[in-house]
T-cell receptor, first 116, second 114 residues
Framework: AAGVIQSPRHLIKEKRETATLKCYPI?????VYWYQQGPGQDPQFLIS???????DKGSIPDRFSAQQFSDYHSELNMSSLELGDSALYFC???????????????FGEGSWLTVV | TQLLEQSPQFLSIQEGENLTVYCNSS?????LQWYRQEPGEGPVLLVT?????EVKKLKRLTFQFGDARKDSSLHITAAQPGDTGLYLC??????????????FGKGTHLIIQP
């Protein structure tokens, strides 16, 4: 079965540079989530999108932005990168549908961002 | 803010022993999910529990959701070295559609020694 696809898997950037991560959700999933996981920490929710509209915001820095496109893929843009942004970034997707009930969330493999 | 407390944080046992991991909160969750994560990889979903009191079994793993939907447990019977990994519980908030994503516990690092 198709899973959540993230790219790139690894990314090295210098401080103050910009990085973009891409996420392709499981087909027919209408909700995308972004999480940040620092070394030895649990994943922290950044932002979510439902049907291409921003659904909720978590601990996403103002330097970061994200959007979901018409084909449901999503991109996380990170600007003015700082050393502390080095982390594993996960995209996850789910199907929420019209029932608006709680749903199962599936994760991608993650994108490793290293800021030097 | 919803918090999930997971215990124990670290556990090292011998092959063949049984163990239980707990996930507790003062908040109610519409559902709770258990994941297993290998280093550098994404969390892999093990199970979702939705109904209070629900019990689900996955081979030697038994998952239970508390009656009040505030806590959950993972019990592993006759643990094997292949069970070694980080186990994460994560709750979907009561907000409609789980729009606020998942609240994760800190995880349980499990090591099964041969």
């Amino acid at each position: 079965a198709a899973g959540v696809i993230q790219s790139p898997r690894h990314l090295i950037k210098e401080k103050r540079e910009t990085a973009t991560l891409k996420c392709y959700p499981i087909p027919r999933h209408d909700t995308v989530y972004w999480y940040q996981q620092g070394p030895g920490q649990d994943p922290q929710f950044l932002i979510s999108f439902y049907e291409k509209m921003q659904s909720d915001k978590g601990s996403i820095p103002d330097r970061f932005s994200a959007q979901q496109f018409s084909d449901y893929h999503s991109e996380l843009n990170m600007s003015s990168l700082e050393l502390g942004d080095s982390a594993l970034y996960f995209c996850a997707s789910s199907f929420r549908g019209i029932s608006q009930l709680g749903n199962t969330i599936y994760f991608g493999e993650g994108s490793w961002l290293t800021v030097v | 803010t919803q918090l999930l407390e997971q215990s124990p944080q670290f556990l090292s046992i011998q092959e063949g022993e049984n163990l239980t991991v707990y996930c507790n909160s003062s908040s109610v969750f519409s559902s709770l999910q258990w994941y297993r994560q290998e280093p550098g990889e994404g969390p892999v979903l093990l199970v979702t529990v939705v109904t209070g009191g629900e019990v689900k079994k996955l081979k030697r793993l038994t998952f239970q959701f508390g009656d009040a939907r505030k806590d959950s447990s993972l019990h592993i019977t006759a643990a094997q070295p292949g069970d070694t990994g980080l186990y994460l519980c994560a709750g979907v908030g009561p907000r409609r559609g789980g729009a606020d994503g998942l609240t994760f516990g800190k995880g349980t690092h499990l090591i099964i020694q041969p």
